[in-house]
């Protein structure tokens, strides 16, 4: 079989394994336990599949066009299989700042996603430990070791994975001004083109669990320079999209509208 479809297998078998775990949790669990399987087995999913990119995309040197539709294919995977699952320590934060969640099921959240991120980079390298394919065999003799993944500066590489967050909390927070058929491709071609964009400087994760999956084992640089780049990047890019389309434009609008009363106000008074 060919290497690209022996990763395409085993991106398949990431998605089935974690569609049985949520239907299983649906069935069984409720409330948070419920929520907490979800959040785990969609996190383990989505840094699984990750993972096969990466390799794939670094080890199998895939033609551009190539890589592209296969990274948009499973991000629709992901799209449409989460069922509400955010796999971002940020969605929790956002959900404890906007009152629907409490703290201490958020911290629940964020460890289950972390080790659910931990569970993923072991079974990446206990599936690449079989060697069904080149690329596989070749990381095995390096010991499953990944290099720098930061093509810039430390900040440029934060700043990117700033902006991409800024980016997709942009279009989350307007998804649902699009038809309900096309906002799983729109979001999907997006985080397609800002991987594709920003990943030769700083792979363009904007996530801070898949992050931690993926990068933080790599060489090249420290942790503290990581968790800049991958976890304060985000979560400003974050913070920073809520702000601004939440509290910032509604003051600006409110002033505008103040300032056209008042002009309109005046002319009556002078008529």
Same mark, same amino acid.
């Given at each position: 079989?060919?290497?690209?479809?022996? /990763?395409?297998?085993?991106?398949?078998?990431?998605?089935?394994?974690?569609?049985?775990?949520?239907?299983?949790?649906?069935?069984?669990?409720?409330?948070?336990?419920?929520?907490?399987?979800? !959040?785990?087995?969609?996190?383990? &999913?989505?840094?699984?599949?990750?993972? !096969? +990119?990466?390799? +794939?995309?670094?080890?199998? $040197?895939? @033609?551009?066009?190539?890589?592209?539709?296969?990274?948009?294919?499973?991000?629709?995977?992901?799209?449409?299989?989460?069922?509400?699952?955010?796999?971002?320590?940020?969605?929790?934060? @956002?959900?404890?700042?906007?009152?629907?969640?409490?703290?201490?099921?958020?911290?629940?959240l964020v460890a289950g996603q972390f080790g659910a991120a931990l569970?993923?980079?072991?079974?990446?390298? /206990?599936?690449?430990?079989?060697?069904?394919?080149?690329?596989?065999? $070749?990381?095995?003799?390096?010991?499953?070791?990944?290099?720098?993944?930061?093509?810039?500066?430390?900040? @440029?590489?934060?700043?990117? *994975?700033?902006?991409?967050? %800024?980016?997709? &909390?942009?279009?989350?927070?307007?998804?649902?001004?699009?038809?309900?058929?096309?906002?799983?491709?729109?979001?999907?071609?997006?985080?397609?083109?800002?991987?594709?964009?920003?990943? =030769?400087? /700083?792979?363009?994760?904007?996530?801070?669990?898949?992050?931690? /999956?993926?990068? %933080?084992? #790599?060489?090249?640089?420290?942790?503290? *320079?990581? #968790?800049?780049?991958?976890?304060?990047?985000?979560?400003?890019?974050?913070?920073?999209?809520?702000?601004? %389309? *939440?509290?910032?434009?509604? %003051?600006?609008?409110?002033?505008?509208?103040?300032? =056209?009363?008042?002009?309109?106000?005046?002319?009556?008074?002078?008529?």
């Amino acid at each position: 079989m060919d290497d690209a479809w022996v /990763s395409v297998a085993e991106l398949a078998a990431a998605v089935l394994l974690s569609e049985l775990v949520r239907r299983a949790a649906a069935r069984c669990l409720r409330g948070v336990a419920g929520v907490l399987a979800l !959040e785990a087995a969609s996190t383990f &999913q989505l840094c699984c599949c990750t993972h !096969e +990119l990466k390799l +794939l995309a670094d080890s199998a $040197r895939l @033609e551009p066009a190539y890589g592209l539709t296969l990274g948009y294919v499973v991000t629709v995977a992901h799209l449409l299989s989460f069922r509400g699952a955010s796999c971002n320590p940020c969605g929790a934060v @956002e959900r404890v700042c906007r009152g629907t969640c409490r703290g201490g099921a958020a911290l629940a959240l964020v460890a289950g996603q972390f080790g659910a991120a931990l569970a993923a980079r072991y079974a990446a390298a /206990s599936a690449w430990s079989l060697g069904l394919a080149e690329h596989h065999v $070749r990381h095995r003799r390096f010991g499953f070791r990944c290099f720098d993944p930061l093509g810039g500066t430390v900040l @440029e590489a934060a700043a990117v *994975e700033l902006g991409c967050a %800024f980016v997709v &909390q942009a279009a989350a927070l307007h998804i649902h001004k699009v038809d309900d058929k096309l906002r799983v491709h729109v979001l999907a071609a997006l985080i397609t083109a800002l991987v594709y964009a920003g990943g =030769r400087i /700083s792979g363009a994760v904007f996530n801070p669990v898949l992050a931690f /999956s993926i990068n %933080f084992p #790599c060489g090249g640089h420290t942790y503290l *320079e990581y #968790c800049f780049v991958y976890w304060l990047g985000p979560a400003l890019g974050v913070a920073g999209c809520i702000l601004f %389309f *939440e509290k910032i434009l509604p %003051f600006l609008s409110g002033t505008n509208a103040a300032g =056209r009363g008042v002009n309109v106000a005046r002319k009556h008074k002078s008529h």
